[in-house]
């Protein structure tokens, strides 16, 4: 049977993770939620099971990789003694890589450091709080073979697969559903840049997080 989220009354759900996350909720007049895939999923699930009082925080910080988010762990996800967290991180780890300047090359974090950093986190929330866990996908809106960061994509989102093996954790394949959809629509119509979806595709993430999460259609 496939695992799913089992939502109780009163309880916090916090997402977490970088710009895709952050997506402006911390400007107006995007506050609280931003104007991303966390506003879709969030609203839908209010309006879906508005009995239950849902407290949704999001904690995104835009251009964060794991190094950042390990900073500020405490802070914004132990401290607000999350019942559920929903986090997407990675693809800056990867982005940094291939950054035009030499400190932008040196936030680059390797997949050895990068699974060391989310066992890390997920360590310190498991030993502090009984969350439950949803991990999502890095990805990119890519069709073009050649490109050498797509290429070491696949390298992260192994771990992602693996750290949400090893803690129990929901996993939401947003880049393995976005590859048997990329030969229906170009790239550049999904995000500009690769990373950073268009509206739409915000939707369609928090599509695929509500299928995930709640068995939604």
Known sequence: MHKRIEFEQNQTLLFIGDSIT?????????????????????NFLQATLPHLNLNIQNRGI?????????????????????????????????????GETQE????HVGPDEYEA??????????D???????????FMFCDDAANPMLADLPAYIDIVHKTADEFGALLVPLH???TNLRNKRPADQWADDTVHPAPWAHAWIAKQWLQEVTGSD
């Not at 390990?70 to 982005?95: A, E, F, Q, Y």
């Not at 009984?130 to 999502?136: G, V």
């Open 117 to 126: 950093n989310l066992r890390n986190m997920l360590a310190q929330l498991q």
């Open 104 to 107: 932008s090359q040196k936030r």
């Open 176 to 178: 393995t559903n976005y």
């Open 22 to 42: 952050d997506c402006g909720r911390r400007e107006l007049p995007y506050a609280p939620l931003g104007c991303g895939y966390v506003y879709f999923a969030a």
């Open 62 to 98: 835009g251009g964060d990789n794991t190094r950042d988010l390990k900073s500020r762990w405490k802070t914004d996800c132990i401290d607000l003694k999350p019942d559920i967290v929903s986090m997407m991180i990675g693809i800056n780890d990867l982005w940094r890589k291939y």
């Open 128 to 138: 502090t709080c009984s969350s439950q866990l949803i991990l999502m996908e890095p």
